[in-house]
């Protein structure tokens, strides 16, 4: 298994579907898709192309669920999406196609903002701000004794404090599609197609 991808899941049904839009075809035997539901026990997931691990309670926040598909993946690398975002069609080929032709302790990719406000390019460096585990490619055998806390905000940061260590690599096309809004998108509908 070359690539392991983990997905928090906590009640946004339309907007995971429009990801598994995306992100389904792509998968295939090198790739695992985790999806840790925490504690809403949404049965359509279970439809779903991937590995569906049902928390009984929910965690509040993201870390834990995290730590869970830490702690199942199988890949010799391991990348976060957030239920809410979505993905370029060619996500998982460029992933492969980086891991493949070198070797890295983590690899950033471009990403922009699903509503056009900006993006960030990974040729030009990544912003201090951007603490974010989306958007990047870990080796797995490097997260052995890294796990997330239950911090509900920033715990990214920790993460990636003791993560972001080693070589790095760069993918420059834009792979990811984040989803950012005051009033939380996780709880609104719909979704906007990438590539």
């Known amino acids: 298994m070359?690539?392991?991808?983990?997905?928090?899941?906590?009640?946004?049904?339309?907007r995971i579907k429009n990801l598994a839009q995306k992100l389904q075809p792509q998968l295939n035997e090198e790739v695992e898709w985790i999806i840790i539901d925490?504690?809403?026990?949404?049965?359509?997931?279970?439809?779903?192309?991937?590995?569906?691990?049902?928390?009984?309670?929910n965690s509040g926040c993201a870390g834990i669920p995290r730590n869970y598909g830490l702690d199942i993946a199988k890949g010799d690398?391991?990348?976060?999406?957030?239920?809410?975002?979505?993905?370029a069609s060619t996500f998982v080929k460029k992933i492969l196609n980086k891991i493949n032709e070198t070797t890295?302790?983590?690899?950033?990719?471009?990403?922009?903002?699903q509503e056009g406000l900006f993006s960030i390019n990974a040729t030009q460096g990544r912003p201090d701000w951007n603490c974010s585990v989306w958007?990047?490619?870990?080796?797995?055998?490097?997260?052995k004794n890294i796990r997330f806390n239950n911090k509900k905000f920033a715990e990214d940061f920790d993460f990636n404090a003791q993560a972001l260590k080693g070589k790095q690599e760069t993918i420059p096309e834009y792979l990811y599609y984040y989803a950012s809004n005051e009033n939380g998108l996780s709880s609104q509908q719909g979704?906007?197609?990438?590539?």
């Open 2 to 14: 070359r690539l392991s991808i983990i997905t928090p899941y906590y009640n946004c049904l339309n």
């Open 38 to 57: 925490d504690g809403c026990h949404e049965k359509e997931l279970d439809d779903f192309k991937a590995i569906i691990i049902h928390l009984q309670n």
């Open 77 to 87: 690398y391991i990348t976060f999406i957030d239920a809410d975002d979505l993905v």
């Open 104 to 113: 890295f302790d983590y690899c950033f990719m471009s990403w922009r903002q």
């Open 135 to 143: 958007g990047v490619v870990y080796k797995a055998e490097n997260l």
């Open 191 to 195: 979704g906007v197609n990438n590539d």
